[in-house]
C-alpha cells in the first residue's frame, strides 16, 4: 500500500448508521462475520432518525380489512409509475412482517393502538392504514436508538469522524476495501473482502431539503469511481409538505409528515381555497410526485396572492401536540401554532428514488460491493417511491444483503486485498458547493427543461477544478460534483414527464418510449455517461 498510515481488518465494512447499515451490521455479526462500521460523523447523524412517518408494512392479523401484501405491492407499482421492478417490490414487501419483527426484538417500541396490536396510520399513495409508527411522529428516531443500542450490545465497532474516500480494488476490478480519511485527515485503509454501501442519500444537492448535511451522494460516487452503475438518478422525490420558515431557506427544514393528512388535514392557499381538489382521486392522500407538482403549479399561479408557499390546514386533529409532538414543537418554533392556524409549507427535496444498481441482496455489478438503503436502486420506488417503504426497504434489504455477504464469503467468491494492490488517494472534478445547489435549485428540481439542464452544465463547467480528495468537504463536494452531472444527463436524456421528474417542455408520459430505466456509468475521463440498460443490467 501507499500512502495509508493506518489499516484495519474486517469481513465486512459498512459504511453508514442508517437503517440499512446497522441492520445489516448486526445480521452479519449474528452469522459470525467480522464487522466493522463506518460513519464520518457521529452514529446519530444519518437521515433514519429525521424519517417521522413510519414502516410501511401489512402484518399478519393487524391490517385492515381487505389489506394485503398484494394491495401494497399494487400501490407501491402504481407509485412507482411504471418504473418499479414487480419482483424486487414483492420480495421486500414480502419481507416486512419478519423484518418488524426482528426490529422490535431487538428493542424498537412502536406506538400501540388502543385496541390492541400496533397503531396504524394512512400516508399518501396506500389504500389503507399499514404505517406502523413509534412516538407519534418520530419512528426513525426510535428505529436509530434501537439499533445504535444492539450495536453497542452487539459489539459492533463504529468508527465515528472516519470518511469514505474510494474503493480499494484488486487488478481484476474486484473490491477489497476502502481508503479513508479519519477525523484529523490521516488517510488509512479498512481490508475488506465485502464493503457495504448504507451511506443515504444527495439531499444536499439542493438548497432547501429534509435531509441533513451529511446527504451528499458519497456512496453514489464511490460506486460510479469503483466500476459500478446507477440507475434512474433523475428521480429526485420532493416532499410536498417541509415546514416553510421564510424566502431563502437553505440547509435541512423541518419536515411535516405526510401523516398529518393521513389524519385528516388538507393543503389549501392563503384563501382558504384547497389545493389538491379536483387534481386526483386520492385528493391531499395522493402520491407525493403528484401532491408536489400540483403544489408547484399552485404557487407559480400565485392564488391568494402567495407564490412561494401553501398551507397544511391541520387545525381540524383535536390532539394534535401528541400525536405530532416533533412537528408540533417545529411549529412553535417557528411561531405557528397548529391547532389554531394553517401550518405554512413549501416541496423540498427529501428521497433519492434511484441509486446504485444493486440486487434485493445487495449485490452490484462488482464484486465485493453491495448496496442498501437510500443509495441503492434495487426497483423498488421506479419513478416515485411510496410513503414510508424506505424504512422497510432498509430492514429487508439490511438483512438480506448481510446474508449475500455471508453466502458469498462461504463459496470463496470474493477477493482479499494483497500486498501489490495501491490505495492513493483520488483526484477528482470538484464544483463550487453554493454555485452547485443554487443551478440545481433553480432548473433540476421540480419542473426542469432542455434549456435550464443545460445551463447547470454550463455552470458546473466553468466553476469545477481537478482536486485531490484529501479533506471530507473535498469528499462531500466532489460526490455532489459527480451526482448533479449524472442527474442532469438522465433528466435531459428523459423527454417526458413521469413520476417525480417533470419536464415543463415535455409535460405527458410517454409509454412507447420511456417505461424504461436509465443507466449511468462513468467513462474513462471520469464523467457520466448514459450506458445501455441491456448490457448493464439486462433489461429492455
Not at 318 to 333: E, G, K, M, N, W
Not at 445 to 472: C, K, N, P, W, Y
Request: hydrophobic share 45%.
Amino acid at each position: 500500500m501507499s500512502n495509508p498510515l493506518w489499516e484495519a481488518r474486517a469481513d465486512l465494512v459498512v459504511v453508514g448508521t442508517g437503517v440499512a447499515g446497522l441492520t445489516a451490521a448486526l445480521r452479519a455479526r449474528e452469522l459470525g462475520l467480522r464487522v466493522l462500521v463506518l460513519t464520518k460523523a457521529s452514529g446519530e447523524d444519518g437521515n433514519t432518525r429525521w424519517a417521522q412517518g413510519g414502516v410501511a408494512v401489512v402484518l399478519p392479523g393487524e391490517h385492515d380489512e381487505g389489506d394485503s401484501v398484494d394491495a401494497h405491492v399494487r400501490d407501491t407499482l402504481v407509485a412507482g409509475a411504471g418504473l418499479c421492478d414487480e419482483a424486487a417490490v414483492r420480495a421486500i414487501i414480502e419481507g416486512g412482517p419478519a423484518a418488524v419483527a426482528r426490529l422490535r426484538e431487538r428493542g424498537a417500541v412502536f406506538d400501540a393502538a388502543p385496541t390492541g396490536g400496533l397503531a396504524r396510520t394512512r400516508e399518501g399513495g396506500h389504500s389503507a392504514f399499514r404505517v406502523v409508527h413509534a412516538g407519534g411522529d418520530a419512528t426513525g428516531a426510535e428505529v436509530e436508538r434501537a439499533l445504535l443500542a444492539a450495536a453497542s450490545d452487539g459489539r459492533v465497532p463504529v468508527l465515528e469522524q472516519h470518511v469514505a474516500v474510494d474503493a480499494i480494488r484488486t487488478p481484476l476490478g474486484q473490491v477489497c476495501g476502502l481508503l479513508v480519511l479519519d477525523g484529523n485527515g490521516v488517510p488509512g485503509v479498512l481490508s475488506a473482502p465485502a464493503v457495504l454501501l448504507a451511506s443515504g442519500g444527495l439531499g444536499q444537492l439542493y438548497q432547501a431539503t429534509s435531509n441533513p448535511e451529511v446527504a451528499t451522494g458519497d456512496g453514489l460516487a464511490l460506486a460510479l469511481r469503483a466500476g459500478a452503475v446507477a440507475a434512474d438518478v433523475e428521480f429526485v422525490q420532493f416532499h410536498p409538505t417541509v415546514l416553510y420558515t421564510g424566502r431563502g431557506a437553505r440547509g435541512r427544514c423541518p419536515l411535516v409528515t405526510e401523516a398529518v393528512r393521513g389524519e385528516g388535514a388538507v393543503l389549501v392557499d392563503a384563501l382558504g381555497a384547497r389545493v389538491m381538489r379536483g387534481v386526483h382521486p386520492q385528493e391531499d392522500l395522493a402520491p407525493r410526485d403528484v401532491v408536489a407538482a400540483a403544489i408547484t403549479r399552485h404557487m407559480a399561479a400565485g392564488p391568494g396572492g402567495v407564490d412561494d408557499h401553501v398551507f397544511l390546514d391541520a387545525t381540524g386533529i383535536s390532539d394534535f401536540a401528541r400525536r405530532f409532538p416533533t412537528v408540533h414543537a417545529a411549529c412553535l418554533q417557528a411561531g405557528v401554532d397548529p391547532a389554531r392556524e394553517p401550518i405554512p409549507v413549501a416541496p423540498a427535496a427529501h428521497f433519492a428514488c434511484g441509486g446504485v444498481v444493486s440486487d434485493v441482496d445487495g449485490r452490484t455489478g462488482v464484486t465485493g460491493l453491495y448496496a442498501a438503503g437510500e443509495v441503492a436502486r434495487t426497483g423498488l420506488h421506479g419513478a416515485n417511491r411510496l410513503a414510508s417503504n424506505s424504512l422497510l426497504e432498509g430492514l429487508v434489504v439490511g438483512t438480506r444483503a448481510a446474508e449475500a455477504v455471508a453466502a458469498d464469503l462461504a463459496l470463496n467468491v470474493l477477493a482479499r486485498c494483497s500486498a501489490a494492490v495501491t490505495a492513493e488517494l483520488p483526484t477528482a472534478p470538484v464544483a463550487a458547493r453554493d454555485s452547485l445547489q443554487r443551478v440545481m435549485s433553480r432548473y433540476a428540481a421540480i419542473g426542469r427543461d432542455a434549456e435550464g439542464l443545460a445551463v447547470v452544465g454550463s455552470v458546473l463547467d466553468l466553476s469545477t477544478a481537478d482536486r485531490v480528495l484529501d479533506t471530507r468537504e473535498l469528499v462531500e463536494d466532489a460526490a455532489l460534483t459527480v451526482a448533479a452531472r449524472a442527474l442532469i444527463a438522465a433528466a435531459a436524456e428523459r423527454e417526458e414527464s413521469r413520476g417525480c421528474h417533470v419536464r415543463t417542455d415535455f409535460t405527458e408520459r410517454d409509454e412507447v418510449r420511456w417505461q424504461r430505466s436509465q443507466v449511468v456509468r462513468l467513462n474513462p475521463s471520469g464523467q457520466p455517461v448514459l450506458a445501455d440498460p441491456v448490457v448493464e443490467m439486462g433489461v429492455a
